[in-house]
Nanobody, 124 residues
C-alpha cells in the first residue's frame, strides 16, 4: 500500500516556475515506478512525466519536454516535478501516481495509487 500527498501547486505567471512535491508513505515506494498526470477542465487526464524506481529512466510528454523535469529521492520518499517556462495551457490539477511495478507506465491504467491532486494555474 502506498499513500501519496502532493504539494507545491499555486498561481504563477506565464514563464514562471513551480516545483511540485509528492510525499509517499508505505514500504514499496522505493521499488515503484512513479508518474505525474494532469487533468484540465474539458480535457482528458494525461501523463506529464514518469520515472522508474531508481530514477534511471524517465519519460516526458512532448508538450513538456525541455521545460519539466521529474526526479525522486527514495530515502526521503519524495518525487518532484520541476516545472519551468510555464504556459497557460499547463493549467490543470496535477496528480502523483505510483505503480505496483518498478518501471513506469505512460497510461494511467498502469498506476494503482493516486494522490488527491494539487492545482496549478498559469496566468497569461
Amino acid at each position: 500500500q502506498v499513500q501519496l500527498v502532493e504539494s507545491g501547486g499555486g498561481l504563477v505567471q506565464a514563464g514562471g516556475s513551480l516545483r511540485l512535491s509528492c510525499a509517499a508513505s508505505g514500504r514499496t515506494f522505493s521499488s515503484s515506478g512513479m508518474g505525474w498526470f494532469r487533468h484540465a477542465p474539458g480535457k482528458e487526464r494525461e501523463i506529464v512525466a514518469a520515472i522508474s524506481w531508481n530514477g534511471g529512466s524517465a519519460y516526458y510528454a512532448d508538450s513538456v519536454k525541455g521545460r519539466f523535469s521529474i526526479s525522486r529521492d527514495n530515502a526521503k520518499k519524495l518525487v518532484y516535478l520541476q516545472m519551468n517556462s510555464l504556459k497557460p495551457e499547463d493549467t490543470a490539477v496535477y496528480y502523483c501516481a505510483a505503480s505496483r511495478a518498478s518501471y513506469y507506465y505512460t497510461d494511467h491504467h498502469g498506476y494503482s495509487y493516486w494522490g488527491q491532486g494539487t492545482q496549478v494555474t498559469v496566468s497569461s
